[in-house]
């Protein structure tokens, strides 16, 4: 399995819809996050979580809402989607190990293509 | 807005031949990484590199950086069709405690 997992991997829904993302590690990181992609654009960070009680705003968090429900889960939520929000949506993991390594690296998982017409 | 700037934003090149991809960034690092993306494909890490080193080695591929430049350089040496794929850089910002990435450079390994 895995390291980390994301379903569903493609989906298209209709504007106005709820969509769920999920995000699962086996990694045991305490640190997860969603990016989004979008050509040309590179990756932009939506949210961050340090740990199931921390959730941070990134970048591009307008229209997306997030859940932690326990260390290894991290799903993103678009309330009502919209066609700008189609997009590759990535999940990602680290260790948080800064003090040892000053590193953030981050393991991925393989993506969410989410299509909204 | 994206800490880090790549150039080029695609590059083509005949297999045997290196690669060059180059960062620049805008703010003061803990450490500069390169990831490469298959296409649709989630990320790999490929290498890291402290803002204490100027280079560092990993197989073919050689890492710089200049923090007086604010920038870092990735060189992919013999480069082979397995190499297409799309290279990014990410910053390690001091104070911010998430990766920043730049938008890709797209290589193309032509047989």
């Known amino acids: 399995d895995a390291d980390v997992t994301q379903t569903p991997r493609n989906r298209i829904t209709k504007t106005g819809k709820r969509i769920m993302l999920e995000c699962s590690q086996t990694?045991?990181?305490?640190?997860m996050y969603w990016y989004r992609q979008d050509p040309g654009l590179g990756l932009r960070l939506i949210y961050y979580?340090?740990?199931?009680?921390?959730?941070n705003k990134g970048e591009i968090s307008d229209g997306y809402s997030v859940s932690r429900q326990a260390q290894a889960k991290f799903s993103l939520s678009l309330e009502s989607a919209i066609p700008n929000q189609t997009a590759l949506y990535f999940c990602?993991?680290?260790?948080?190990?800064?003090?040892?390594?000053?590193?953030?690296?981050?393991?991925f998982g393989a993506g969410s293509r989410l299509t909204v017409l | 807005s994206q800490q880090g700037e790549e150039d080029p934003q695609a590059l083509s090149i005949q297999e045997g031949e290196n690669a060059t991809m180059n960062c620049s960034y805008k703010?003061?690092?803990?450490?500069l990484q390169w990831y490469r993306q298959n296409s649709g494909r989630g990320l790999v890490h490929l290498i890291l590199?402290?803002?204490?080193?100027r280079e560092k080695h990993s197989g073919r591929l050689r890492v710089t950086l200049d923090t007086s430049k604010k920038s870092s350089s990735l060189l992919i040496t013999a480069s082979r069709a397995a190499d297409t794929a799309s290279y990014f850089c990410?910053?390690?910002?001091?104070?911010?405690?998430?990766?920043?990435f730049g938008q890709g450079t797209r290589l193309t390994i032509n047989p």
């Open positions: 979580s340090f740990d199931v009680k921390d959730i």
């Open positions: 703010t003061s690092i803990n450490n």
């Open positions: 990602a993991t680290d260790s948080g190990d800064r003090p040892a390594t000053g590193a953030n690296v981050l393991t």
């Open positions: 990410a910053t390690d910002p001091r104070g911010a405690q998430k990766l920043v």
């Open positions: 590199i402290r803002s204490n080193e």
């Open positions: 990694k045991g990181h305490d640190r």
